[in-house]
């Protein structure tokens, strides 16, 4: 089971931006495809962007043209960088790994978007 530890996170006012990143554990983290998550105050947790092994993406329409994910195999890290950001943006994110069942979460990290 792979480790995911998340960063990056903080208090950033709207229009502003965040880098996220979520170190693995694995030396054979190439392997899995990753996702960040978000889960806003009482509401449940929704996906916010996917990247394959083959470093294919996929973003939730909310997100669109503002966040990219990325990944750098040779750090074992994957990165959400996240611009224009609105006060529905306010979260705690999560990482996710992902290998057929394999699945595996980080702790989250708190991203409030607040003037």
């Known amino acids: 089971q792979v480790q995911l530890v998340e960063s990056g996170g903080g208090l950033v006012q709207p229009g502003g931006s965040l880098r996220l990143s979520c170190a693995a554990s694995s030396s054979i983290f190439r392997i899995y495809d990753m996702g960040w998550y978000r889960q806003p105050p009482g509401k449940q947790r929704e996906l916010v962007a996917t990247?394959?092994?083959?470093?294919?993406?996929n973003y939730a329409d909310s997100v669109k043209g503002r966040f990219t994910i990325s990944r750098d195999n040779a750090k074992n890290t994957v990165y959400l960088q996240m611009n224009s950001l609105k006060p529905e943006d306010t979260a705690v994110y999560y990482c996710h790994a992902y290998r057929g069942p394999i699945s595996s979460w980080g702790q989250g990290t708190q991203v409030t978007v607040s003037s």
């Open positions: 990247i394959t092994t083959g470093a294919n993406t």
